[in-house]
């Protein structure tokens, strides 16, 4: 039973690991702050939009912004993909539904070289969820879900007429669910009881006659923490047509504290045969459920307790240019990298003594993005977007599992932008995320046995005001 508790903390902890960074190509990341960057495949290092968004793309932008903007906007999120068993020959559908994720940011200039701001947006806001019943890596975990919330503060600053400094600070909110059934058939025997019938060490209920795939408990982690990360980032105006530009977000500790809950699942069964020897035995017909209680009482490995876990997040950064062509046209590209070999070591802590703490070593890559935009001024109040990019994936080969079944992905993106006013602007997107098939498994012990797929279709609308 221990290994059911352990293996739950360790799926959560993987899923923090898998996703932390704000990168769309990532696990279940967003990049998706803003419906201007949206529309131009989030290509923003050396050119952020006008509206307050520079807040969380590139602080530089900031810089010679003037008045005051504030613009509001949030992006749909409907994410499809399944999994395709090579034993069983069946495929298991995700049952995400569609995730909104908002975004705030408001800004004023103070002076024609500073300007200052505000913003939040949600860079963790999405969810994996398969049928609880069904899914065959429901053992693994069946709903999985990320939420946090980003409250930047920023000044941007123009040092010369062609050169731009922005610095925020991001107070990090986070909240994380991990929910897992548990396969009784795979479980040890409990010493109490095998040791009082006579088994011999390592007998699993399997040898007792218990079928695999015997769901027999239902384990829940609900855990929050909180953090801070600095972003900061400058924009050099190399001619009137070329800049060039970048970012650096630093690395982030996140604490996380919560309770680890487990609901028993009745599994009607009962001994098919005496187990042991008398008066010790265990008699055919003794219910199964009822040799399991001891498991959940108390200082039982499966009772109910806190946990913690401290994370560090590691470092990402872009660099990138912007050339004006003509009054219409404007081409963008920004390359972006996040360092995941700086990322080593988990240590999670039961407050139960009856579970021991685990240590994990993850062994995830580091990624590299690759992203292209464009904008056409079609008219005064018209302006047309589109991209694409490209990024490669965390998660190395050996653990590709429902948790975040994630890897390289190719996206385009699309949008407008539309000056509604002289004050008041809008704008809409839409993304496609083809994320590439990869093999990954629904069982750690038996290697991937499997081909997860990935798809997203993203719908971004925005609006902001200028006084």
Same mark, same amino acid.
């Given at each position: 039973?221990?290994?059911?508790?352990?293996?739950?903390?360790?799926?959560?902890?993987?899923?923090?690991?898998?996703?932390?960074?704000?990168?769309?190509?990532?696990?279940?990341?967003?990049?998706?702050?803003?419906?201007?960057?949206?529309?131009?495949?989030?290509?923003?290092?050396?050119?952020?939009?006008?509206?307050?968004?520079?807040?969380?793309?590139?602080?530089?932008?900031?810089?010679?912004?003037?008045?005051?903007?504030?613009?509001?906007?949030?992006? +749909?999120?409907?994410?499809?993909?399944?999994? *395709?068993?090579?034993?069983?020959?069946?495929?298991?559908?995700?049952?995400?539904?569609?995730?909104?994720? !908002?975004?705030?940011?408001?800004?004023?200039?103070?002076?024609?070289?500073?300007?200052?701001?505000?913003?939040?947006?949600?860079?963790?806001?999405?969810?994996?969820?398969?049928?609880?019943?069904?899914?065959?890596?429901?053992?693994?975990?069946?709903?999985?879900?990320?939420?946090?919330?980003?409250?930047?503060?920023?000044?941007?600053?123009?040092?010369?007429?062609?050169?731009?400094?922005?610095?925020?600070? @991001?107070?990090?909110?986070?909240?994380?669910?991990?929910?897992?059934?548990?396969?009784?058939?795979?479980?040890?025997?409990?010493?109490?009881?095998?040791? @009082?019938?006579?088994?011999?060490?390592?007998?699993?209920?399997?040898?007792?006659?218990? !079928?695999?795939?015997?769901?027999?408990?239902?384990?829940?982690?609900?855990?929050?923490?909180?953090?801070?990360?600095?972003?900061?980032?400058?924009?050099?105006?190399?001619?009137?047509?070329?800049?060039?530009?970048?970012?650096?977000?630093?690395?982030?500790?996140?604490?996380?504290?919560?309770?680890?809950?487990? %609901?028993?699942?009745? %599994?009607?069964?009962?001994?098919?045969?005496?187990?042991?020897?008398?008066?010790?035995?265990?008699? @055919?017909?003794?219910?199964?459920?009822?040799?399991?209680?001891?498991?959940?009482?108390?200082?039982?490995?499966?009772?109910?307790?806190?946990?913690? *876990?401290?994370?560090?997040?590691?470092?990402?950064?872009?660099?990138?240019?912007?050339?004006?062509?003509?009054?219409?046209?404007?081409?963008?590209?920004?390359?972006?990298?996040?360092?995941?070999?700086?990322?080593?070591?988990?240590?999670?802590?039961? @407050?139960?003594?009856?579970?021991?703490?685990?240590?994990?070593?993850?062994?995830?890559?580091?990624?590299?993005?690759?992203?292209?935009?464009?904008?056409?001024?079609?008219?005064?109040?018209?302006?047309?977007?589109?991209?694409?990019?490209?990024?490669?994936?965390?998660?190395?080969?050996?653990?590709?599992?429902?948790? +975040?079944?994630?890897?390289?992905?190719?996206?385009?993106?699309?949008?407008?932008?539309?000056?509604? *006013?002289?004050?008041?602007?809008?704008?809409?997107?839409?993304?496609?995320?083809?994320?590439?098939?990869?093999?990954?498994?629904?069982? +750690?012990?038996?290697?991937?046995?499997?081909?997860?797929?990935?798809?997203?279709?993203?719908?971004?609308?925005?609006?902001?005001?200028?006084?």
């Amino acid at each position: 039973m221990r290994r059911f508790a352990l293996l739950l903390l360790a799926g959560a902890s993987a899923l923090v690991a898998a996703s932390p960074t704000p990168l769309v190509g990532q696990g279940f990341g967003v990049y998706e702050h803003n419906t201007c960057a949206m529309g131009r495949a989030g290509v923003t290092a050396a050119l952020p939009c006008p509206d307050g968004s520079a807040i969380y793309f590139s602080p530089a932008g900031l810089a010679g912004l003037s008045g005051t903007h504030i613009s509001a906007g949030i992006t +749909l999120i409907g994410a499809q993909g399944g999994f *395709t068993d090579d034993f069983l020959g069946t495929r298991s559908d995700l049952k995400n539904p569609l995730i909104p994720v !908002p975004n705030v940011y408001v800004t004023h200039a103070f002076s024609p070289k500073v300007t200052a701001g505000i913003g939040l947006y949600v860079p963790y806001g999405l969810e994996t969820k398969w049928d609880a019943n069904n899914f065959s890596g429901r053992f693994l975990g069946y709903n999985t879900r990320v939420q946090s919330i980003y409250i930047q503060p920023t000044i941007g600053y123009q040092i010369t007429p062609k050169l731009k400094f922005g610095i925020g600070v @991001a107070y990090i909110t986070s909240k994380l669910k991990l929910r897992q059934r548990a396969d009784l058939s795979t479980q040890l025997v409990p010493d109490a009881l095998r040791i @009082a019938a006579g088994l011999p060490v390592g007998t699993t209920f399997a040898m007792l006659g218990v !079928p695999t795939g015997t769901d027999f408990a239902d384990g829940v982690l609900d855990a929050t923490g909180t953090g801070f990360a600095v972003n900061f980032g400058g924009i050099w105006q190399v001619t009137d047509k070329l800049s060039i530009g970048g970012h650096w977000l630093t690395r982030k500790t996140i604490k996380y504290d919560g309770d680890a809950a487990f %609901t028993r699942v009745s %599994t009607g069964l009962v001994l098919p045969a005496t187990i042991g020897t008398c008066p010790a035995c265990l008699p @055919a017909g003794t219910p199964v459920d009822s040799v399991l209680s001891p498991e959940f009482a108390s200082g039982g490995p499966l009772a109910n307790g806190p946990v913690s *876990t401290s994370i560090i997040m590691p470092p990402q950064g872009s660099i990138g240019f912007a050339y004006k062509a003509n009054k219409e046209w404007t081409f963008m590209a920004d390359y972006q990298y996040v360092v995941w070999g700086w990322f080593n070591t988990i240590v999670i802590d039961f @407050a139960n003594a009856g579970t021991p703490d685990l240590t994990l070593h993850p062994t995830n890559k580091d990624t590299h993005g690759f992203r292209f935009g464009t904008e056409y001024q079609y008219n005064s109040k018209v302006q047309l977007r589109g991209g694409y990019l490209y990024h490669t994936g965390a998660s190395p080969d050996q653990f590709v599992t429902p948790l +975040l079944p994630e890897g390289p992905r190719n996206e385009f993106t699309i949008g407008a932008g539309v000056a509604l *006013t002289p004050r008041w602007h809008a704008d809409l997107a839409y993304q496609y995320i083809k994320q590439n098939d990869r093999r990954g498994t629904v069982n +750690l012990a038996a290697g991937n046995t499997g081909l997860y797929e990935f798809s997203a279709h993203l719908f971004g609308a925005g609006v902001s005001v200028s006084f």
